[in-house]
Antibody, heavy 118, light 106 residues
Framework: QVQLQESGPGLVKFSETLSLTCTVS????????WSWFRQPPGKGLEWIGY???????NYNPSLKSRVTISVDTSRNQLSLMLRSVIAADTAVYYC????????????WGQGTLVTVSS | DIQMTQFPSSLSASVGDRVILTCRAS??????LAWYQQKPGKAPKLLIY???SLQSGVPSRFSGSGSGTDFTLTISNLQPEDFATYYC?????????FGQGTKLEI
């Protein structure tokens, strides 16, 4: 079965760039949409944006000016970059797959906590 | 953006109970609603999609209903493993948005 695993630095300095990778195993990244999400400690979920395996993207307007999502089909990976981070960007970051025609996300990665330090 | 409001924000129940969680959208979303279960330190788990379709592998005691702006998640015969936080999510329009969650407690 398909599994997703996020990876990247757990600590990012204020104003720098957060970079995470999501590795897909047990299945191909092709022919699916893939999203990034985040969840600040003790709070709810926020959709960051998606990428199709072909490279087309759609971002949450609240983050659009600072976010880039990319895909590497040869490595079965997608990546997230969030520029100019602030304390409010401290969160657990998840990646997830969109099954077609479902309007929902499954499966999700286990998540990775990123803390923005001053 | 479409605002999703869940109520109650928390709910106490007992094993064997039947509970109903509610989610309301700020505008009509047809049936483009999903429900997730999240336990502490874990990723959300998809339970229901398109308002009433049960995700494969999810117990049949979970059921969803509704369309337009008002939706419910019903959990029958609560089991100890069902105590968690539940989120709704709309997929009618971008940006996709989530409710603030309902925490189901013993």
């Amino acid at each position: 079965q398909v599994q997703l695993q996020e990876s990247g630095p757990g600590l990012v300095k204020f104003s720098e760039t957060l970079s995470l990778t999501c590795t897909v195993s047990g299945g191909s990244i092709n022919n699916y949409y893939w999203s990034w999400f985040r969840q600040p400690p003790g709070k709810g979920l926020e959709w960051i944006g998606y990428i199709y395996y072909s490279g087309s993207t759609n971002y949450n307007p609240s983050l659009k000016s600072r976010v880039t999502i990319s895909v590497d089909t040869s490595r079965n990976q997608l990546s997230l970059m969030l520029r100019s981070v602030i304390a409010a960007d401290t969160a657990v970051y998840y990646c997830g797959r969109h099954p077609p025609g479902v309007g929902a996300f499954d499966p999700w990665g286990q998540g990775t906590l990123v803390t923005v330090s001053s | 953006d479409i605002q999703m409001t869940q109520f109650p924000s928390s709910l106490s129940a007992s094993v064997g109970d039947r509970v109903i969680l509610t989610c309301r959208a700020s505008q009509g979303i047809s049936s483009w609603l999903a429900w997730y279960q999240q336990k502490p330190g874990k990723a959300p788990k998809l339970l229901i999609y398109t308002a009433s379709s049960l995700q494969s592998g999810v117990p049949s005691r979970f059921s969803g209903s509704g369309s337009g702006t008002d939706f419910t998640l019903t959990i029958s015969n609560l089991q100890p493993e069902d105590f968690a936080t539940y989120y709704c999510q709309q997929a009618n329009s971008y940006p996709y948005t989530f409710g603030q969650g309902t925490k189901l407690e013993i």
